[in-house]
């Protein structure tokens, strides 16, 4: 969940709610999608899913489950390719300001391809070893930034009513990208009865960090001014410098850090997608892998500004509650019916 998200949440929540009243809409957000999440690991343990896809097939019958898999597969390696091309032009803007951006996504991309060689096992190493570096650092980067926050700048609460929040309602979902990701993962889990607890934990870390971020970067740089920048988090970090220390501008360390969780975010959907491919094909999934790598670089090439980006962004929210809620509930009702006529 930690990609791109957090670097631009607080501007694409401000431009909705038109206030500082963002972080209400984040925590609705998260306490909605936490049911959910209840719900959807019941509804898994009570049908027994130990293969989503072969789950599908149940449901649909064979010929359309593979059609609804490959449309599913499709949306992995459109956020796949969208978060290397997030990243590429992350680091034009800030970092390797003259290297072409198509060396950049395809140095991710192979590197992704190196991991995901090892499969699940070696990604969930490296989220493991990654996710407390990245937290340690944020948090520490956050506690120096304390002296330039402001919290009138988030006053009033609910200034404008309570109307503008539920029109927030449902945006910032990129943020929410990777949550949907368990129902495919639930098969592989050995022990069932930690599943609530685990998907939860790790979807509500993430959550916690965004109100932290949205407070203290609207706090900071007030509303108009996270509306008008493009990545408010990285803005924020830059507005203020910590003298005494061996570096004096800490956004080198959030770039670096978020580099790191762009990858695995990447790397994670890729295997996803291949893993999927390989489900529906029953081919290899070394094979799927290649086939993989100029089908992503050639999605990630495709925009060719950053209006393009947030655009593809916005197409790939309207597919995720799809992925996360609509998918989920028209399996179970087909399933649950089928099953019930089966048994009388």
Not at 11 to 34: C, F, P
Not at 307 to 334: A, E, H, N, R, W
């Amino acid at each position: 969940m930690l990609g791109i998200g957090m670097l631009t949440l607080p501007r694409t929540i401000t431009e909705k709610v038109h206030s500082s009243d963002g972080w209400i809409v984040l925590i609705l957000n998260g306490l909605l999608i936490g049911l959910f999440i209840c719900l959807l690991v019941a509804m898994l343990k009570k049908h027994q899913v130990t293969s989503y896809y072969t789950y599908m097939e149940e449901a649909y019958g064979r010929l359309l489950s593979k059609v609804i898999g490959l449309l599913v597969v499709l949306y992995f390696v459109s956020v796949a390719s969208f978060e290397v091309l997030a990243m590429s032009e992350m680091v034009r803007f800030y970092l390797l300001e003259d290297t072409p951006e198509e060396i950049v996504i395809l140095t991710l991309i192979l590197a992704s391809v190196h991991l995901l060689t090892g499969k699940i096992k070696a990604i969930a190493k490296v989220c493991v070893f990654f996710l407390p570096l990245t937290i340690v650092i944020v948090l520490f980067i956050y506690l120096l930034s304390i002296r330039i926050v402001d919290l009138k700048n988030i006053q009033p609460v609910l200034g404008k009513g309570f109307l503008p929040v539920m029109k927030g309602m449902g945006t910032g979902t990129l943020s929410f990208f990777g949550i949907e990701l368990f129902i495919f993962l639930f098969g592989l889990v050995k022990n069932q009865k930690k599943v609530r607890s685990g998907v939860l934990l790790g979807f509500f870390i993430p959550v916690i960090l965004y109100v932290i971020t949205y407070v203290l970067v609207v706090a900071a740089l007030t509303v108009p001014e996270v509306k008008a920048v493009t990545w408010p988090t990285i803005s924020f970090i830059q507005s203020f410098e910590v003298k005494g220390i061996f570096i004096e501008r800490l956004e080198l360390f959030l770039l670096i850090t978020w580099i790191l969780q762009f990858f695995c975010t990447h790397a994670i959907y890729s295997y996803f997608a291949a893993e999927g491919m390989t489900k529906i094909f029953n081919n290899s999934y070394t094979t799927n892998l290649i086939v993989l790598v100029p089908v992503m670089f050639i999605l990630a090439e495709i925009p060719k500004n950053t209006i393009q980006i947030f655009k593809m962004s916005d197409m790939l929210g309207y597919v995720f509650p799809v992925i996360l809620i609509g998918l989920p509930i028209v399996t179970f009702v087909i399933v649950q019916v089928k099953r019930s006529r089966r048994s009388r």
